[in-house]
């Protein structure tokens, strides 16, 4: 797929989602771009709120918005979509007409009666709402324009001046940097950092030439805290990689005995805090009388530390320390050597091991959790049922690696990429984000669900990193089909509450939250011991008539609700107000008798244990082969160094384990069976914990 497919494919899209939905081509658009910039990381969320208007003699417009609550970054975005499949471009002039109308919109939202004037439960009513209940706590403005016009060459900076003392930051997103940052093998936006526009020299360092091999070299080096905090406030979340930023979205606080050591003695920083640790795709160092300097890093992303350079920059900003004589200790590693593959695993091993020593969970790296890769494996050998009366089976695409399905298009020729779409269609995709937000909601959690994605994930971690534990076997086939007609669910209701007339615009996906989780409810309470039977929704790829009546039903009632002024008292904001679990129990109160027909579409609690419980037997068969199949791709060398490993380090519990290492050793005369397979992965995993290398 070169970038004119990837263009045409995404103009297209936006035309059929438009069509399919009845909103503009330009709403679309806008949460298409906004989409793929939440999966490559330049956004947490997006929350659509179309508005235009005129403040004194100029005009203003918005067409959505997202705050970072991890750097207190407020974006607000513009669309510049024309829709045409001429080429067109965006000049400097128009770039900077647009800019001008967010800045315009900030103003009327800040400094007039604008909030008056909006109808009070909108989208943009929200937005003003949260610009002036945070107007305080905004560290940094991102404006953004959304185009599909290319990006003319003539533009090379965007400067725009200060909002009211905080600083502004300009970006324009056309096609070409979209296709440019998802489809690269990082499918994320690189950060290239020149350490001499901070400091004359760069960083100075030692390289640790000791530890480097054919993956990796290190380097330990001294960051003046001022540089630190210069950098994320540049970068701000996007400076840390996903991991760190999942886990430290929940627990943004700044540490007090760090601020308390910022501000009272920033000279002993250096002896008292552990410093940060870093990656970078490349490194360059240069060497002067003076020592060796660190001078720049491609892709540079800090894994462990992430709130010590929170901490840092906060205190500068809101206690306003002025940083001199305060300096971190940093470990930096150049992956450059590594593969793409190799990298990707090395940066997640790091990250691991070097967040291990603080209060860190698993579920705090979910993002690598083996449940991932059971549903990419489900997945990629799984057909769905052919419908409509096409003649082929397709598949439900599972991103386990962010990017994944277009990756999997890249060096394709076209007829395989016609092959490829057509076994694998794009709206059969399932992100990670996706998954657990349809199940999160299914569980009834819309209010969780409502707080973003990345939050959501979170608590999503939590739960499954217990019930793995419990039970793996649980994440099996039956699981994957759940999820997917799950998803067909939620696709029915975007495509389709755009389209009634109850619908007036904004909240769709807050609608869809509460309205799945309440009809669940539903028919819990008014059919007991049943449930909705997914495997139908499945075997249909479709939503019977029964489900598709109710569903829109309660999606009427349930908008009424969460908009009605006098449920949410003190909240004017619907968006925060679905955040709450307040929220949720003013919705459950909803009385609705769910149709008598969509019986049908539900199985007892008995069956439902009985078809769990078979599709566990056939999970654990499968577990059996993959670890065989696992075991036999590892060289025999390396299983005699883990033999020797385990003897010295005591990790050999049972006669069992011994046993099947033995066996493991005399590969391929002799293979393990599936039970000898499982213990041997347990052990290898145990090892490599103690710091044995694969």
């Keep these: 797929m070169d970038f004119t497919e990837f263009k045409n494919d995404f103009l297209q899209d936006i035309k059929a989602a438009a069509a399919a939905t009845g909103e503009g081509s330009c709403a679309a658009f806008a949460e298409r771009v906004a989409q793929y910039l939440i999966d490559a990381e330049v956004l947490s969320d997006f929350s659509p709120s179309f508005y235009i208007g005129r403040y004194g003699r100029s005009k203003y417009r918005v067409d959505g918005y997202v705050f970072d609550e991890f750097d207190n970054t407020m974006n607000l975005i513009i669309a510049n979509y024309d829709g045409n499949d001429l080429d067109r471009t965006l000049t400097n002039t128009e770039a900077t007409h647009d800019f001008g109308e967010l800045t315009v919109f900030l103003d009327a939202a800040l400094k007039s009666n604008l909030y008056q004037e909006i109808e009070i439960s909108t989208p943009c009513a929200d937005l003003v709402d949260f610009l002036r209940i945070n107007e305080k706590n905004i560290r940094k403005y991102r404006l953004l324009i959304f185009t599909d016009a290319d990006m003319s060459t003539l533009i090379k900076t965007v400067e725009i001046e200060d909002y009211e003392g905080i600083p502004v930051e300009g970006q324009i997103w056309d096609i070409g940097r979209l296709f440019h940052v998802c489809c690269s093998e990082q499918g994320r936006q690189v950060i290239e950092i020149d350490f001499t526009e901070y400091c004359e020299e760069g960083i100075p360092c030692i390289e640790a030439s000791s530890v480097a091999n054919d ?386 579409c539900l199985i007892t609690a008995d069956e439902k244990k009985k078809a769990d419980r078979d599709a566990g037997k056939d999970q654990k068969e499968v577990n059996g082969i993959i670890a065989q199949t696992e075991v036999i791709r590892y060289p025999v060398e390396m299983w005699e160094r883990l033999e020797n490993f385990a003897v010295q380090n005591h990790l050999l519990n049972t006669k069992i384990d011994e046993t099947a290492l033995a066996v493991a050793c005399r590969i391929p005369n002799q293979i393990p069976n599936a039970f000898q397979s499982k213990r041997l992965l347990s052990l290898l995993e145990r090892a490599v914990e103690e710091g044995f290398v694969k």
């Design 215 to 600: 993956k990796y070299k290190s380097y330990l080096g001294v960051i003046p805290g001022s540089v630190l905090a210069d950098i994320y406030d540049k970068y701000g979340s996007k400076l840390l990689e996903g991991n760190v930023r999942s886990f430290l979205s929940t627990k943004v606080a700044v540490n007090k005995q760090i601020r308390a050591t910022i501000k009272n003695t920033p000279q002993m920083f250096f002896a008292f805090n552990n410093g940060i640790a870093a990656t970078a795709m490349k490194v360059e160092t240069k060497l002067t009388h003076n020592g060796r300097f660190i001078t720049y890093a491609k892709d540079f992303q800090i894994i462990n530390g992430g709130q010590t350079t929170a901490s840092i920059s906060n205190s500068r900003f809101n206690d306003k320390v002025p940083l001199d004589g305060l300096y971190v200790q940093m470990k930096l590693t150049d992956i450059e050597e590594s593969t793409p593959e190799e990298a990707d695993e090395l940066i997640k091993n790091i990250s691991y091991c070097s967040n291990r020593q603080n209060k860190v969970s698993d579920a705090d790296f979910f993002a690598s959790h083996p449940f991932h890769r059971r549903m990419e494996q489900i997945s990629r050998r799984l057909f769905a049922p052919a419908v409509d009366g096409s003649q082929h089976d397709t598949k439900w695409f599972y991103e386990r690696v962010r990017g994944q399905y277009l990756q999997a298009q890249m060096r394709m020729t076209r007829a395989q990429k016609r092959q490829f779409e057509l076994q694998h269609p794009k709206k059969q995709v399932i992100k990670k984000t996706d998954l657990a937000k349809v199940h999160n909601t299914w569980m009834g959690h819309p209010d969780i669900v409502s707080k973003g994605a990345q939050t959501n994930f979170s608590n999503f971690a939590n739960y499954i990193t217990e019930e793995w534990k419990a039970n793996d076997q649980q994440f099996n086939e039956r699981y994957f089909q759940s999820t997917a007609a799950l998803l067909l669910m939620f696709q029915y209701l975007e495509n389709t509450i755009p389209n009634q007339s109850w619908y007036e615009g904004g909240y769709r996906a807050n609608i869809i939250y509460y309205t799945v989780a309440l009809f669940r409810l539903l028919i819990q309470k008014q059919f007991p011991d049943r449930d909705l039977d997914l495997m139908i929704i499945w075997n249909r790829q479709s939503l019977p008539e029964p489900v598709r009546f109710a569903l829109l039903e309660l999606a009427e009632r349930v908008l009424a609700n969460i908009t009605d002024p006098y449920r949410h008292p003190g909240v004017a904001n619907v968006t925060q107000w679905c955040k709450r679990k307040d929220c949720w129990a003013a919705v459950k109160t909803i009385n609705y008798a769910l149709p008598y027909d969509l019986s049908s």
